[in-house]
């Protein structure tokens, strides 16, 4: 079964960033859309993994639905489920980190997380002109990821907990690309057909190490 959902999250993540990422709104694209991380987060849930885990994949999960629909009170609950979920990643990196006291004698994460930092400022400079109205909501979205950034330098850099790391860079990244997608880049800009496969597959690979590096951990 395990196995089943796997194979069943890698095809379907391949034929949305491959593909349907690329066309309108539809039921197929949504559906489509879900499958991935719905199926790592029953794969936690089978596997009995951390609860905080299967949630923060469950909101993910949730975040897609909305936000594969139009409209902004869609977008503003996939926002929310994603901020959610961003949230419950913090709670379950502390936990494993065992509090954070690995900072204390390991001087490199503290300069890790002022490197996240030094690239999070540059970045919500740009976007502010253009967020408008949205400006609160994403100041405390980016307050949320760096949070899951910081925690994530936290955990112990041995065995698969290291890749538990990169998934988390890796879904930081793809919300950075999203920030410009939905504030910054016109939709008929060229790069934007580039962006969105990329954005997509740092976005469920991320989610995807750090599901397999908790559960194997």
């Not at 993994?49 to 869609?74: I, Q, Y």
């Not at 900072?103 to 002109?129: F, K, M």
């Amino acid at each position: 079964m395990l196995i089943a959902l796997g194979a069943l999250s890698a095809i379907c993540a391949l034929c949305y960033g491959l593909y349907l990422v690329h066309q309108p709104n539809s039921a197929l694209r949504t559906g489509v859309k879900v499958v991935p991380v719905t199926s790592l987060a029953l794969i936690s849930l089978l596997s009995a993994g951390p609860w905080m885990l299967t949630v923060a994949l469950a909101l993910g999960a949730t975040g897609d639905l909305f936000l594969s629909r139009d409209g902004e009170r869609a977008f503003l609950f996939g926002l929310a489920a994603f901020l959610l979920g961003h949230l419950g990643y913090v709670l379950l990196f502390v936990d494993l980190s065992g509090g954070g006291g690995l900072y204390l004698g390991q001087p490199w994460r503290i300069l890790a997380c002022a490197g996240l930092l030094a690239l999070a400022i540059p970045i919500l400079r740009r976007l502010w002109p253009h967020l408008g109205a949205m400006q609160a909501p994403v100041l405390v979205y980016v307050a949320v990821i760096l949070a899951m950034g910081f925690a994530a330098f936290g955990l112990p850099d041995h065995g698969f907990l290291s890749l538990a790391l990169i998934g988390a860079l890796a879904f930081i990244a793809s919300d950075a690309i999203l920030g410009f997608e939905l504030f910054v880049w016109p939709d008929t800009r060229g790069a934007r057909r580039f962006s969105s496969t990329v954005l997509w597959f740092l976005y469920w690979s991320g989610q995807a190490m750090i599901c397999a590096a908790i559960l194997m951990a």
